[in-house]
């Protein structure tokens, strides 16, 4: 006999400056039976995706160097972050079609043959945001003249590095890259010897 182990799920919003900050109080009922009322936060916002572009010829990856300032906050090099593309998905978006938006706003690529990875949580014991995982094959003619870099409106300043696998990889291992969706990604083409 299956019981409902969460029952009286209240909650409250905190903050919704940029992403929505909730508290969320709930009942949680234990194998031993014994039920205990639970407070947890839960921040997010819309889910997002993430995409590794690869050349399969010149075994090289495009990624993007930028300021984060959780990074920052954390004493973790001056805020700056070596990262795949990635993003929010707007309003009315699908995954798909956000990470075209967001590779030509980021890195001014066009991409054309996507291949899912994933769908993943980041920080499950506390943010609610589902990010897509994707890799994307790309050639030299796919860069779009004078775009990238990110966008003004939204205050970013993106450095786009165009840098070989093997190089990736190893910026792994000296912990130049350090974000997750990045390091996922670096090593699924790895598993699967993409190269």
Do not use: C
């Not at 919003?13 to 039920?35: H, M, P, R, Y």
């Amino acid at each position: 006999m299956t019981t409902n182990k969460v029952n009286n799920v209240v909650s409250k919003t905190i903050s919704k400056f940029w992403a929505k900050l909730e508290q969320v109080s709930f009942d949680f009922t234990f194998k031993n039976g014994k039920t205990e009322r639970l407070t947890h936060e839960v921040y997010g916002k819309s889910d997002g995706v993430a995409v590794l572009l690869y050349n399969p010829t010149t075994k090289k990856v495009v990624l993007s160097k930028q300021f984060r300032i959780p990074m920052y906050v954390a004493g973790v090099k001056n805020g700056f972050s070596i990262e795949v593309v990635g993003g929010a998905i707007d309003k009315n978006e699908s995954p798909e079609t956000s990470v075209s938006r967001e590779t030509k706003e980021e890195i001014g690529y066009n991409i054309s043959e996507l291949e899912k990875v994933s769908t993943v949580f980041l920080s499950p014991g506390l943010v609610k945001e589902q990010v897509h995982l994707y890799i994307a094959k790309y050639k030299s003619e796919d860069k779009i003249e004078n775009e990238g870099g990110g966008l003004s409106e939204e205050s970013e300043e993106i450095e786009v590095l165009e840098i070989s696998f093997k190089e990736a990889l190893k910026m792994i291992e000296t912990q130049e890259i350090i974000d997750a969706r990045t390091i996922m990604l670096l090593y699924h083409l790895k598993v699967k010897n993409i190269f």
